[in-house]
């Protein structure tokens, strides 16, 4: 509009409460291509400098006649603001302001004028004594760093496991509840292959739950499974929750198929024990572990493995998942409880075929005849 420029402006400096909003600043900065500095406090800049401005008008009215043509009550004709050139232009009537505001005739106030008392102050305080911030902030340029995806296989392996070891300790506590009467749990399970077992009279069991091992790796054989799974995603690693009334411990592999290759295959296996003090606990237990493999999906009882023992499926819950498979092998001999729990994941986006499925369940069975007995070996009373 002036016709000046942008080479020939010297700055851009923003005043007024406005200048506070960061859009304005941005905006200007694209326009002309200059970063505009704005005050540490904006929205007083007119006010102070109207104190500044007054007092230099009475030193120069009190030197020079006063304008014929005004009246004695106008204000003074102060001169107009010019644009910015390359080439000297002549002094104005009264001298312009300095960007430092360097102290005229009549010394200044220190600082900007304090607000009233209970009247709150405008902006922060300058962080050092050199010029304000400039406008615009700068744009973030490259990636926007991204968190972790997910949550490591080993942590979820072992949140599930210690989230299964308290869930079993705390079938105690219920059961004396609700059978404190009787002594022993109501149970129409006819006994036998999978099928359930009896109900159980109170008492200790076969097994000394202080002798449970200490690490269950130690006594975990999962090898029968590694024709399938031939490299380890990570090193074992072992849970163990002791208790008065129930001592649990488990173990958790986790091995890899076809790793670095589109059909990558995971496997975590969790060997799990459980000995309680109540043989009719364990008893109930094994009951609801039943009646859970009826309601999961397909199973089938595992003859030969404990006093009683299922191996069932539990289906994916939805059709996203449908790469991976989830197998468990339940078993109850007296006092303990022990599981083997397998959960395979695709990443080719196949599914797993029966084959596959029954081939896994009879390598688990073998994993848990060459595990339970070295388990049990130093519990027996």
Known sequence: MTGVGTAAVA??????????????????????????VVAEQPELVVAEGSLYVNRMAGAATS????????????????PRTQAFSAAPVSSPAYAPLPVSLAAPPVSPPVGPPSPPAGMPSFGPPSPSAGMPPVYPQQSVTGPIPQGRRGTSPALLAALIVVGLLVVGGGVYGATRLFNK??????????????????????????????????????????TSLYDLFEAENAKPFAQRVPQSVVNSASCTFMRLHDANKPTLQTGTI?????????????????????????????????????EDAIIYETPPVNADLKGTVHLTLALKDSNVIYKLDFN?????????SQKSKNDIRDRMITAVKNSLPKTLAGMAR
């Open 11 to 36: 700055g851009l400096y923003l005043v007024g409460g406005s200048s506070r909003i960061p859009l304005v600043a941005t905006m200007l900065h694209e326009t002309l291509g200059i970063a505009p």
């Open 63 to 78: 030197t020079a006649a006063v304008p014929a043509a005004a009246p004695v009550s106008a204000v003074p004709d102060y």
């Open 181 to 222: 009467d009787t002594g022993g749990p109501s149970s129409s399970a006819s006994g036998g292959a999978g099928g359930g077992v009896p109900a159980t009279k109170g008492g200790a069991g076969k097994y000394d739950l202080a002798k449970l091992p200490e690490d269950l790796c130690t006594v975990s054989d999962p």
């Open 270 to 306: 969790s060997f799990q024990a459980f000995a309680y003090n109540d043989a009719s606990v364990a008893a109930t237990q094994h009951n609801s572990d039943i009646d859970t493999a009826k309601l999961a999906g397909p199973n089938g009882p595992v003859p030969g493995l404990g």
């Open 344 to 352: 395979g994941q695709r990443n080719d986006g196949g599914e797993w």
